[in-house]
């Protein structure tokens, strides 16, 4: 058998992100050959995301960023929580956001088929999870694009927002406040002319079930659930809600009283929670 160096195995360490058992298992099994470890890392990696295809990577980190007048954000999802906090494996989900912020990917599917240190992202979160023992899952990708993007990531990164504004010369405190808004608030949309047509109508059938089921007579059962419509939009669409840091007034009349041209013009909220 060939004689194993510890430079080797911090090679194959460094080449891999494998333990350093791991990397001199390999090196042991492959009889010394630098490439045939290498594929054995690889084919334990695959190995492991083959064993644990069917667990549910419920925990993750989900990390936003700007560059510009672009924001990114993605969720690199686990199986614990414990992996979720492990500094490399949050290091790991930065890296494939600079990624996504380098080459502006058009969607989910076409930023894991990006190259990121010689390998396809594919591939390389399988390693991963071979490295890191469990289920590794890269499940959300999404983008801003606006005059002035703020970013807000929540602490122990398991929610993350992106907002985009009308105007660069944002104060930064505004943008950051509407950002964490949208993250404690959780809205659906901008303002109400941005709610869909389905959603008006399915909280209408739900007012109008709420109110017969409560006996209400017929003739003002409509009216009751038009009222509970506009209860609704009121608290979901983000510039018609109380604003958390004054609720005497909204997240829309904050923003005119920050600058009366200043406008949202679109907004990006994820949690694995």
Do not use: W
Not at 13 to 37: H, P, S
Not at 80 to 95: I, L
Not at 161 to 188: H, R, Y
């Amino acid at each position: 058998m060939a004689e194993i160096k510890a430079a080797d195995v911090a090679k194959l360490r460094k080449t891999t992100g494998a333990g350093m058992m791991d990397c001199k298992k390999a090196l042991q099994e492959a009889n010394g050959d630098f490439e045939k470890a290498i594929d054995i890392i690889r084919q334990k990696g695959q190995a492991i995301a083959n064993k644990r295809a069917d667990r549910e990577a419920g925990e993750g980190s989900v990390q936003a960023k700007v560059q510009g007048g672009y924001g990114a954000m993605i969720s690199l999802n686990c199986e614990t929580d414990f992996v979720a906090k492990n500094e490399d494996f949050v290091k790991f989900a930065s890296s494939i956001l600079d990624l996504a912020l380098a080459e502006k990917p058009a969607s989910l599917e076409e930023l894991k088929s990006l190259t990121m240190d010689g390998k396809v992202l594919t591939d390389l979160i399988t390693e991963q999870s071979g490295t890191i023992g469990e289920k590794l899952e890269l499940t959300y990708f999404d983008f801003i694009k606006a005059e002035k993007v703020q970013a807000y990531n929540h602490m122990g990164n398991n929610l993350a927002t992106l907002v985009g504004f009308n105007k660069s010369d944002v104060a930064e405190q505004v943008a950051k406040d509407v950002a964490m808004q949208i993250a404690a608030m959780a809205p659906i949309a901008v303002d109400e002319k941005d709610v869909p047509e389905s959603v008006i109508a399915h909280e209408k059938q739900i007012g109008r079930a709420k109110a017969l089921d409560e006996g209400k007579p017929e003739n003002i059962v409509d009216r009751i659930a038009e009222g509970m419509v506009k209860k609704f939009l009121k608290e979901n669409t983000l510039l018609n809600q109380e604003f958390t840091k004054d609720n005497k007034k909204t997240v829309g009349q904050y923003l005119s009283e920050a600058d009366k041209d200043l406008k949202v013009t679109g907004f990006k909220r994820f949690s694995v929670k």
